[in-house]
């Protein structure tokens, strides 16, 4: 399975392609690392952000996507843009779109930490928190959590 890790910063979406398959994971290549949205904020903006993510996940054979939430409210929140770039990823055809909170991201990475240090991976180091969502997402769907808690 294909997943996409999405960070949303600004005005961008860095984006991490992850691939697992027989119990390895592959990075596949992919030709941008961010896809970035006008900053005028026109709805022929938001359909072309849309339309290049959409056309980039059908490239690449993308099966999921998960996005990093962000914050509603308080001093890391996310920004209206931000909140505007989500939904249009989040109404792309033909694509499992999901957010991960940041609870949900760290006891998944705690349960099943990354082996590998991030400088072996080739990605760029903005690309981190994307590489580390996708592989959150890909354990969480190897490794489900439990429902019962621990007291």
């Given at each position: 399975?294909?997943?996409?890790?999405?960070?949303?910063?600004?005005?961008?979406?860095?984006?991490?392609?992850?691939?697992?398959?027989?119990?390895?994971?592959?990075?596949?290549?992919?030709?941008?690392?961010?896809?970035?949205?006008?900053?005028?904020?026109?709805?022929?903006?938001?359909?072309?952000?849309?339309?290049?993510?959409?056309?980039?996940?059908?490239?690449?054979?993308?099966?999921?996507?998960?996005?990093?939430?962000?914050?509603?409210?308080?001093?890391?929140?996310?920004?209206?843009?931000?909140?505007?770039?989500?939904?249009?990823?989040?109404?792309?055809?033909?694509?499992?779109?999901s957010t991960m909170s940041p609870q949900e991201f760290k006891e998944s990475i705690?349960?099943?930490?990354?082996?590998?240090?991030?400088?072996?991976?080739?990605?760029?180091?903005?690309?981190?928190?994307?590489?580390?969502?996708?592989?959150?997402?890909?354990?969480?769907?190897?490794?489900?959590?439990?429902?019962?808690?621990?007291?």
């Amino acid at each position: 399975m294909k997943i996409c890790g999405v960070e949303l910063k600004g005005s961008e979406a860095i984006i991490c392609l992850l691939s697992f398959k027989d119990g390895l994971f592959t990075l596949p290549e992919c030709r941008v690392r961010k896809v970035e949205f006008n900053k005028r904020n026109t709805t022929g903006d938001i359909k072309y952000f849309q339309a290049t993510f959409s056309k980039l996940m059908a490239d690449y054979s993308i099966n999921s996507v998960v996005i990093k939430e962000r914050p509603l409210k308080g001093k890391f929140a996310g920004g209206a843009l931000g909140f505007k770039m989500e939904s249009a990823i989040q109404l792309v055809e033909g694509i499992e779109v999901s957010t991960m909170s940041p609870q949900e991201f760290k006891e998944s990475i705690k349960r099943n930490p990354v082996t590998v240090a991030f400088s072996e991976t080739g990605l760029k180091l903005f690309q981190e928190t994307a590489f580390a969502v996708a592989y959150a997402k890909h354990m969480n769907l190897q490794y489900p959590p439990s429902l019962e808690t621990d007291a």
